[in-house]
């Protein structure tokens, strides 16, 4: 899948200097590119008879319907608080910056659904962790969590222990 990374625009010093942003927009734009995405990620997980995608805000929002359409399953959004208008349950999560927050509807998983979690980009794990505990806190069976690429120096798996990690793309 390193072919993928020719369609990922690299942005040096964005958000701020020193940081290296890899923006998949430019994978988005292109359809061969995206559908080889959405299909290297259905073929992950097909097998696991998934129940939900999780899709996390903002960029895991853009695979995570595809996917969870693609293997027949349903899709629920993780936001930053004040997105979600229903009765939600919340998780704080440290930064290397600081903290953050994301919610989830209280009646979004059901107990015992098997559920993938999607996201852009795997970093230092705290979002990834985070979502993690909302679903499982809900009676969620996590199955994997899917990234697009993979920070792999920031070691951001090793906050996921126990669960089946899957990036097609590593730096």
Request: cysteine-free.
């Amino acid at each position: 899948m390193d072919d993928l990374k020719s369609y990922i625009r690299e942005i040096p010093d964005f958000p701020e200097p020193g940081i290296l942003f890899y923006d998949i927009s430019t994978l988005l734009k292109d359809p061969l590119a995206l559908r080889m995405t959405v299909d290297r990620f259905v073929w992950l997980f097909s097998q696991m008879h998934v129940d939900q995608v999780v899709g996390i805000e903002a960029r895991g929002f853009m695979f995570a319907p595809i996917v969870a359409y693609n293997l027949n399953a349903g899709f629920v959004p993780v936001r930053k608080p004040g997105k979600l208008p229903a009765k939600t349950v919340s998780q704080p999560y440290e930064l290397e910056y600081g903290s953050d927050e994301l919610e989830v509807h209280e009646d979004a998983i059901e107990h015992g659904a098997k559920v993938l979690i999607v996201d852009d980009l795997l970093a230092t794990g705290g979002t990834a962790a985070a979502t993690a505990q909302l679903v499982s806190g809900l009676g969620g069976d996590i199955v994997g969590l899917g990234f697009i690429a993979e920070l792999t120096f920031l070691a951001g798996r090793d906050r996921l222990p126990g669960l089946r990690v899957e990036s097609l793309l590593t730096y």
